[in-house]
């Protein structure tokens, strides 16, 4: 059944790597909750304690918005095939740039994506496996291509007037900092 540990461990990082899809959970003090599912290979295990993941252009912005208002963040896995396993990562994160320094650090871990928008660095404070009884079996067909190719045909300037129409505040009015400081 379910356990807490202090950090990712060897058999917990080679599942997490195994992983198409996980949620990432955040929250402001006030407003809502946002629970957002990731897919593609945009997810890294750098040590037992920290991970980073890239932010591909979406119809939202919610993940930076709170980070900047309160950096808790959980990041759920579940095994949809194979030994049933539900993996929670807890601890505090922050968002980069790609203005900031450690973008350009993180984004050499992932092949290029013409909608990346920001990495995300977690600090891992607290790990949790529960059961995973009651999750359904299913299996991977395939990624889907939409988002890549969506990004690729805007380019950089119709991504950035992306940014600026849709990307810019959370649907509870909070800045996400995506074009400035």
Not at 25 to 34: D, I, P
Not at 73 to 84: K, L, R, S, Y
């Amino acid at each position: 059944m379910g356990r807490k540990l202090d950090s990712i461990k060897p058999r917990l990082k080679k599942f997490i790597e195994s992983q198409k899809v996980f949620f990432v959970g955040t929250a402001a003090e006030e407003g809502r909750v946002n629970i957002s599912p990731k897919g593609t290979d945009s997810f890294r295990v750098i040590n037992e304690n920290k991970i980073v993941w890239l932010n591909l252009t979406g119809s939202g912005n919610e993940t930076a918005a709170h980070l900047l208002k309160n950096q808790r963040m959980t990041i759920m896995f579940c095994a949809f095939e194979g030994p049933p396993l539900i993996l929670r990562l807890y601890g505090t994160a922050k968002i980069f740039h790609k203005r900031d320094e450690k973008f350009h650090e993180y984004i050499t871990l992932f092949d290029h994506n013409d909608g990346s928008r920001q990495i995300i660095e977690m600090e891992v404070d607290l790990v949790q496996t529960s059961c995973g009884f009651g999750v359904p079996l299913m299996d991977f067909k395939e990624e889907r291509t939409t988002l890549t190719e969506w990004a690729k045909e805007k380019g950089s300037t119709g991504i950035e007037a992306y940014w600026e129409a849709k990307n810019t505040e959370s649907i509870d009015g909070f800045e996400t900092k995506i074009l400035n400081d």
